[in-house]
């Protein structure tokens, strides 16, 4: 049961500061793309939080659609606001969190408990699975027998991306049998289902508040609200009282069944997801469990199928090709969701175009970019762990064509300058002004890191797919020599990656400048990928530079801090952040793969899984329960970028199942 999981509970100390609390960010998710988010202060900090933020039309076409619900307590003449907001010049007005006792993660369901004098009241929050539905509610739990509470409905219309402006028309709202109706000029409908209550109609735009994360990262911050009306509830101790909000034609409105509902299926995902461990399974990656799931979502795809797939991060990525194949392994096999792996490969098989994947898409979502060299090798290794689980030759019998034809591209080239070079079967890739790697940062027109040429990584994965397709054509009863006599081409060739200095490999080869002897991360996937080219004695040389030079508590740092153009703090502007972004940032989910590497050097696996362990404390620091895209270079290694990423917490896991088997063998 999900009540099994260790109490994460913050107490006074951290509530009562309005910076720890704003620092840390609590987030919701339906399964269809729709989520909720906010803080721990209750206040908003990023045009991101809401208690409804969901697709309107396409599955990337997200809109913030219910802002906040400011709850004020009543009793015997006096209020007490529940809520804080933080205004422009820096003025937070009211203090709420002066009276927030603790908060506390049930599962995924964020609670708080607000205590004055001798009373106290809890607040739950939650989203209802595959509906883009969420609930609020609340409910006395001593001191006080009856209380009144006053909630203050701020909604919103707009793309979760920008702001608001106060507009000289506002929203329709009427009272229905289920509770209250908004009405948007553009045709949005959001309905508002309360338990007891009275209804005060109130139309009012709260202009000026001030989103704090926003100013910190140079973009506008300054974001309004429309006061659609108070309900105002009458609490008794024990009992539930609260409201739903969505945009669904119709709910069945039960507070209780609902949040049990949410508590069911959190139990349900952690207890198919322990199944794949033999040994009892650390709390924090239990909780790991619950965050995967928040990234797995159905939607319709460019295909026009309605298909599953996985969202990069929270709170503004979409579905990303390169992310979703590094992801899946992590967030579907080592989950025991191994259904939900087959439904996105075969669904990516579909959008298969000149050899590439999708890098993402755009738009709504309905539209494909194939800008990006690695989403495709990605695919084979994949397609690998799918195999390695599920032993499924059938589904990679109905894709072995589409593996053929992804290979076929390559070795004749696509996009973008992307093929092999027929002098040493390596990978060359790149055109001026495009990036195709992960390190994909863009600023206008410059490229930060534009890696033209031959990237070790792309050739580690070149390399690690042919092998992997060699061995799919065997099991198929297919002929595998060709792809193994590519595969030794490559492997051979790969020894011009080696430096000279036992420093590890070069990050490129024959780019326009020459080889490029930065030292990066990218060497690492050369061997923690299952099928390497190197010996063991360059093995450790790898991980023994990434070690020295880049490996931190929480990830490996992008550039070494010995670089000229190592960047130790992810801040500013967006050209300052993105000029940070691949120069010494620190990425987490290149910290599995260092575990996996050192374990192939070492043979230690215990150890290797130590690797991971200071991550369970992250889970605590900013995006609660889940793990961060990226931190500083610097110590102490602050948290950045979204607060939930998806190959950040799938690397992870996928790392510690792997190196959990290794411990069995």
């Not at 793309?159 to 229905?176: F, L, N, P, Q």
Request: a negative charge; one cysteine or more; aromatic letters at 10%.
């Amino acid at each position: 049961m999900v009540e099994s999981l260790r109490a994460v509970r913050f107490g006074r100390a951290i509530c009562g500061d309005l910076r720890q609390a704003e620092q840390r960010e609590w987030l919701l998710t339906n399964g269809k793309g729709a989520y909720a988010a906010g803080t721990m202060a209750t206040s908003l900090t990023r045009r991101y939080h809401g208690l409804l933020i969901a697709p309107l039309t396409g599955a990337l076409d997200r809109h913030l659609m219910m802002a906040k619900a400011d709850a004020t307590l009543r009793f015997d003449g006096r209020e007490w606001p529940l809520f804080t907001n933080r205004w422009y010049g820096n003025v937070v007005d009211p203090h709420g969190c002066d009276y927030l006792e603790s908060f506390t993660l049930l599962g995924r369901m964020p609670v708080w408990r607000f205590a004055i004098g001798h009373m106290s009241l809890e607040m739950r929050i939650w989203m209802e699975h595959g509906q883009a539905t969420t609930y609020v509610a609340y409910r006395l739990t001593g001191g006080q027998d009856v209380a009144g509470l006053n909630v203050n409905m701020l909604a919103n219309r707009r793309d979760h991306h920008g702001i608001m402006h106060v507009r000289d028309s506002t929203a329709s709202v009427t009272e229905s049998d289920c509770g209250l109706c908004v009405e948007w000029p553009e045709g949005d409908r959001l309905s508002i289902h309360t338990t007891d209550a009275r209804f005060e109609p109130l139309q009012h735009w709260y202009e000026g508040f001030l989103l704090s994360t926003e100013e910190q990262r140079g973009l506008a911050s300054i974001d309004n609200n429309l006061s659609v009306g108070r309900i105002n509830f009458e609490l008794r101790q024990d009992e539930w009282a609260g409201f739903a909000v969505t945009l669904e034609n119709s709910i069945d409105f039960d507070l209780e069944l609902s949040m049990q509902r949410f508590f069911d299926r959190d139990a349900n995902l952690i207890d198919s997801g322990k199944g794949k461990f033999a040994n009892p399974v650390p709390d924090w990656i239990r909780r790991l469990l619950l965050s995967a799931d928040d990234f797995l979502i159905k939607r319709v795809l460019p295909s026009n199928k309605t298909g599953d797939s996985i969202i990069a991060g929270y709170p503004w990525f979409g579905d990303w090709g390169r992310d979703t194949m590094i992801s899946l392994p992590g967030l579907t096999i080592a989950t025991g969701r191994s259904d939900i792996a087959r439904a996105i490969l075969l669904g990516y098989a579909e959008l298969a175009d000149q050899g590439q994947l999708p890098n993402r898409f755009i738009g709504a979502g309905e539209e494909a970019e194939y800008n990006t060299v690695d989403a495709a090798l990605w695919y084979f290794e994949a397609w690998r762990a799918y195999v390695d689980a599920t032993q499924d030759e059938k589904a990679l019998k109905r894709c072995f064509k589409v593996l053929e034809k992804i290979i076929d591209w390559h070795l004749k080239g696509t996009r973008y300058g992307i093929g092999v070079d027929p002098d040493d079967h390596l990978l060359r890739a790149g055109e001026p002004g495009v990036q195709l790697t992960w390190m994909d940062a863009k600023v206008g027109e410059w490229v930060v890191t534009p890696r033209m040429g031959k990237p070790v990584e792309i050739n580690a994965l070149w390399y690690n797919a042919l092998t992997i397709m060699a061995d799919f054509a065997l099991r198929l009863g297919r002929s595998e020599q060709p792809y193994r006599d590519i595969a030794s081409a490559v492997g051979d060739s790969f020894k011009r990656f080696k430096r000279v200095d036992g420093q590890g490999l070069y990050d490129l080869l024959d780019g326009p400048t020459g080889d490029d002897a930065s030292i990066r991360p990218n060497q690492i996937l050369a061997v923690s990928l299952p099928h390497t080219a190197l010996d063991q004695t360059t093995c450790r040389d790898v991980v023994q530079v990434c070690g020295k030079e880049l490996l931190c508590s929480y990830g490996l740092r992008s550039l070494s801090p010995h670089d000229k153009a190592y960047r130790g703090h992810y801040r500013g502007g967006v050209a300052d952040r993105d000029g940070a972004y691949h120069q010494g940032t620190v990425w987490a989910w290149l910290l599995g793969h260092y575990a996996l590497a050192e374990y192939r050097v070492d043979g230690d696996a215990q150890a290797a899984q130590q690797r991971l362990a200071p991550l369970a404390d992250h889970l605590w620091d900013s995006g609660l329960g889940s793990i961060s895209e990226i931190f500083d270079g610097d110590p102490p290694h602050a948290a950045a970028g979204t607060p939930a990423q998806a190959w950040s917490v799938a690397c992870t896991l996928d790392a510690w199942w792997r190196l959990e088997q290794a411990k069995q063998d």
